[in-house]
């Protein structure tokens, strides 16, 4: 972790004269999965249980809630959609083993938190994701525009990238972009993380205050 933040830090250095870019993803390449990898990662985007905050606590889970949702207000102005949103996000990231903030900085390069974001290559909704997936370890029925559906192909393509690159996240940034050895996509979306998302536990999970109870029964689908 202090091994990232350095990275991090640099990057940021480098990089904070980037403008947020809307549908602006490269094209994840397509190439053939071993049978166990497919396998794998379509039990991944099959199974969609009902998202909920993954904290130690729920003092630090709502601190989490309030300060994201504040931030994000100028993306996304309703607070319903922005608290489902923010939840979806943190579950999904949770679930494949990435950190929340790095999927916020991922999305605001790639779409700039829209939902029917559509790039040039064909990517689409809020992380940017190729149809081909779908056929290679979804269902060509899903609806990449719906906001678990295209979350959860995204976090779980991620998560393979950072597995294959043995957790090289630099390298793997690059994969998800189809940019792989240019260092202008890894550099935004760290830039991003840590300008915009950085969270610190330890100094904000006290005196969170919400619009209204926090609750994970009506979600966007």
Not at 67 to 86: G, H, Q, V, Y
Not at 121 to 136: I, K
Not at 183 to 208: C, D, H, I
Request: hydrophobic letters at 45%; aromatic letters at 10%; glycine letters at 8%.
């Amino acid at each position: 972790m202090r091994k990232l933040n350095t990275f991090v830090r640099i990057l940021l250095a480098a990089s904070l004269s980037l403008p947020a870019a809307a549908a602006l993803a490269g094209a994840q390449v397509e190439v053939a999965l071993a049978a166990n990898v497919q396998n794998s990662l379509h039990r991944s985007v099959s199974d969609y249980p009902a998202p909920n905050l993954v904290f130690a606590n729920d003092v630090e889970g709502g601190a989490w809630l309030a300060e994201m949702s504040s931030r994000l207000a100028s993306k996304i102005s309703d607070w319903p959609t922005r608290r489902d949103f923010l939840i979806s996000v943190q579950y999904e990231a949770t679930r494949a083993g990435l950190d929340p903030q790095l999927v916020l900085g991922v999305i605001q390069h790639e779409s700039n938190f829209r939902k029917y974001a559509v790039s040039g290559a064909g990517a689409r909704g809020y992380m940017q994701v190729m149809p081909f997936w779908m056929r290679q370890i979804g269902n060509e029925g899903h609806d990449l525009f719906t906001l678990r559906t295209n979350l959860r192909y995204g976090c779980t393509i991620l998560r393979y990238y950072l597995d294959i690159e043995k957790g090289d996240l630099y390298r793997a940034l690059g994969r998800y972009n189809g940019s792989l050895g240019r260092s202008e996509y890894p550099s935004a979306v760290l830039a991003f993380m840590q300008r915009n998302w950085a969270w610190n536990p330890a100094t904000k999970s006290a005196g969170a205050v919400f619009p209204q109870p926090m609750g994970a029964a009506a979600f966007v689908r």
